[in-house]
């Protein structure tokens, strides 16, 4: 229990983390990777460049200052953090690490203002908030469907659109995963851990992929983009994984992670429309849905939203025509944003039901418009629900 000293200074300091927060943050993860090379392994370094590592860090310390009074506030936020810690093997032994460097990161950015009263509160409460990180993680760990990094082997590579791949995978003779004991649940993602040696890579590189289907006789099913972007490099591990592996090939894997999960008791009944709403490569877990949609009730009303840049680039197109030719009642609507306007709340507004459950999944760029489209139509925000393809704490307003 933090001390109520403790806690007024951690609230007195919620208008410097809302000035210098991410200054903070970037400081941090530069002075921790820089110090700690072997943690490169851990972080994806795109995220990093782009910002967004550090905008999601920021938001969760604000947000830990902000409920110090009551740090179960923050828990669904810690729950989805969770979730990516146990898919990426972070450890409680990491967490001094993390705790030493962003003490170091307050005084370097804070200077004089950083006085030890300060230091010595946040050392208390990242203490405490490392706790609630761990006691929660202990628990995924506990549950998860393997422990550790299993070794699988490519059965199937699949072009499901120009920049696409579906990958199916099934454990290979040394994994002692038995598949058909492994529940797959729609929306959430498997990791890969890769050591691409193209572009003089050192380090193993980690990303998350969301799965696309619920069934797994056939193998494991996910789906990866090939990152290109116009004025950046090449994405370092989409890039290997397209040219390099090849079926027969061995990936490791951690076991199936998320909570972007549909709601169980709303897919029981009709009352309340489905809405799955994707942009590019994030149709991936609303596949998923759709097909878990269907297993369970066929007869609630789905309402199919896709956007891609044109038709070549609409994944999964023959496979989403099956599918919902088995609904009883559906409407679909793709966008290909190369010769229409872009998905926005006149959109929303005319083409989806204000009382529909929704399942967003894209970009960060394309999760944050979504979301603050349906917040300006007054959508009820539980019935809104969302996983970007990046650290889902850069979306977060607290």
């Known amino acids: 229990?933090?001390?109520?000293?403790?806690?007024?200074?951690?609230?007195?300091?919620?208008?410097?983390?809302?000035?210098?927060?991410?200054?903070?943050?970037?400081?941090?993860?530069?002075?921790?990777?820089?110090?700690?090379?072997?943690?490169l392994n851990y972080f994806n370094r795109a995220n990093q460049a782009k910002g967004a590592q550090s905008s999601a860090l920021a938001t969760t310390v604000l947000a830990a200052a902000k409920h110090i009074d009551d740090l179960s506030a923050i828990l669904p936020h810690v729950e989805q953090i969770g979730h990516k810690h146990r898919a990426l093997q972070i450890m409680p032994e990491h967490y001094p690490i993390?705790?030493?460097?962003?003490?170091?990161?307050?005084?370097?950015?804070?200077?004089?203002?950083?006085?030890?009263?300060?230091?010595n509160a946040w050392a208390e409460a990242y203490g405490a908030i490392a706790d609630v990180f761990i006691s929660i993680e202990k628990k995924m760990y506990d549950e998860a469907a393997w422990p550790g990094w299993k070794s699988f082997e490519v059965v199937d590579k699949d072009?499901?659109?120009?920049?696409?791949?579906?990958?199916?995978?099934?454990?290979?003779?040394?994994?002692?995963?038995?598949?058909?004991?492994?529940?797959?649940?729609?929306g959430q993602y498997i990791t890969?851990?890769?050591?691409?040696?193209?572009?003089?890579?050192?380090?193993?590189?980690?990303?998350?992929?969301?799965?696309?289907?619920?069934?797994?006789?056939?193998?494991?099913?996910?789906?990866?983009?090939?990152?290109?972007?116009?004025?950046?490099?090449?994405?370092?591990?989409?890039?290997?994984?397209?040219?390099?592996?090849?079926v027969g090939d061995k990936l490791f894997l951690s076991?199936?992670?998320?909570?972007?999960?549909?709601?169980?008791?709303?897919?029981?009944?009709?009352?309340?429309?489905?809405?799955?709403?994707?942009?590019?490569?994030?149709?991936?877990?609303?596949?998923?849905?759709?097909?878990?949609?269907?297993?369970?009730?066929?007869?609630?009303?789905?309402?199919?939203?896709?956007?891609?840049y044109d038709e070549a680039t609409q994944a999964f197109k023959p496979h989403v025509e099956e599918l919902l030719e088995k609904c009883e009642s559906y409407e679909k609507i793709i966008v290909h944003t190369s010769k229409s306007s872009r998905i926005d709340d006149k959109f929303l507004k005319e083409r989806v039901p204000g009382h529909a459950d929704v399942y967003i999944c894209g970009s960060l760029e394309f999760m944050r418009s979504m979301v603050d489209h349906f917040s300006t139509l007054n959508h009820k925000s539980d019935f809104i629900h969302y996983e970007p393809f990046g650290p889902k704490m850069a979306t977060v307003k607290v």
């Open 1 to 39: 229990m933090l001390s109520e000293q403790t806690r007024a200074i951690i609230k007195q300091t919620v208008p410097v983390l809302e000035q210098h927060g991410t200054v903070i943050t970037k400081t941090f993860y530069r002075n921790m990777l820089g110090d700690n090379k072997e943690l």
């Open 98 to 119: 993390v705790g030493k460097n962003l003490l170091r990161a307050i005084k370097e950015v804070l200077g004089d203002a950083a006085t030890p009263e300060i230091i």
């Open 159 to 186: 072009q499901v659109s120009s920049d696409i791949v579906e990958f199916t995978v099934k454990p290979d003779a040394s994994s002692d995963v038995d598949l058909a004991k492994v529940p797959i649940v729609a």
């Open 192 to 246: 890969v851990k890769s050591h691409p040696t193209r572009h003089n890579n050192e380090y193993d590189a980690l990303r998350h992929y969301s799965i696309c289907s619920v069934t797994s006789d056939r193998g494991l099913r996910f789906a990866v983009k090939l990152e290109q972007p116009r004025d950046k490099p090449i994405g370092l591990v989409s890039e290997y994984l397209h040219k390099d592996v090849s």
């Open 255 to 308: 076991a199936p992670a998320g909570d972007f999960t549909l709601d169980e008791e709303l897919m029981n009944q009709t009352e309340v429309p489905l809405v799955l709403l994707s942009a590019g490569v994030g149709v991936t877990p609303l596949l998923a849905m759709l097909e878990a949609q269907l297993l369970r009730n066929p007869e609630r009303p789905i309402f199919w939203i896709q956007s891609s």
